[in-house]
């Protein structure tokens, strides 16, 4: 079965520092799509990040980028010069032609960014 | 403003009971998606809709049911069936089509047995 793991339940860092989240997630197929989402306190869920497998690039987005190591099937998050507005749930998922191209989530880490 | 649209925010079901949730988008969307969230768990796919007229079941589709007769609309309804229905429910929707595009969320229903 396809599976996404997020081993940090919670972290917490001072505004301004950098933090990266992982995500690991299990297939057996070559090309897939991977997704970051933050959902704030508000509940409303918003794409932070994709990236498709195939694209040796890694995606970025503004003080947002992630760490795709494909061999290690492995897809972290690092985000830059942290921010209040940053504190939320962050949620890793999976999309595959196996699971119909629908998501497979992560478990969330909770992120807090002190001020 | 183009979005998503979920009501009520909080709904109580008692014994018995059906309850319906209702979810609308504006953003001409193809697809529509139900999900349930539980506090320390990834989201769970319950129903998704590529297009009007039709619907899918997702991963828990049992004591829930929808229908998709209009194009910006995908009401929910959580029948008496669904044993276990406390919960936080995201409708979201997308552009469609065989590719994941970007997810679009509302401000979800936070349902609780009474």
């Known amino acids: 079965a396809q599976t996404v793991t997020q081993s940090q339940p919670e972290m917490s860092v001072q505004e301004a520092e950098t933090v990266t989240l992982s995500c690991t997630y299990d297939t057996s197929e070559s090309n897939y799509y991977l997704f970051w989402y933050k959902q704030p306190p508000s509940r409303q869920m918003i794409l932070v990040i994709r990236q498709e497998a195939y694209k040796q690039q890694n995606a970025t987005e503004n003080r947002f980028s992630v760490n795709f190591q494909k061999a290690a099937k492995s897809f972290s998050l690092k985000i830059s010069d942290s921010q209040l507005g940053d504190t939320a749930m962050y949620f890793c998922a999976f999309s595959s032609l196996r699971s119909n191209y629908q998501l497979i989530w992560g478990a969330g880490t909770k992120l807090i960014i002190k001020p | 403003d183009g979005g998503i649209t979920q009501s009520p925010k909080y709904l109580f079901r008692k014994e018995g009971q059906n309850v319906t949730l209702s979810c609308e988008q504006n953003l001409n969307h193809d697809a529509m998606y139900w999900y349930r969230q539980d506090p320390g768990q990834g989201l769970r796919l319950i129903y998704y809709s590529q297009i009007v007229n039709d619907f899918q079941k997702g991963d828990i589709a049992e004591g829930y049911s929808v229908s998709r007769e209009k194009k910006e609309s995908f009401p929910l309804t959580v029948t008496s069936a669904q044993k276990n229905p406390t919960a936080f429910y995201l409708c979201?929707?997308?552009?469609?089509?065989?590719?994941?595009?970007?997810?679009?969320f509302g401000s979800g229903t936070q349902l609780s047995v009474l």
């Open positions: 979201a929707s997308s552009i469609g089509g065989r590719l994941p595009e970007k997810l679009f």
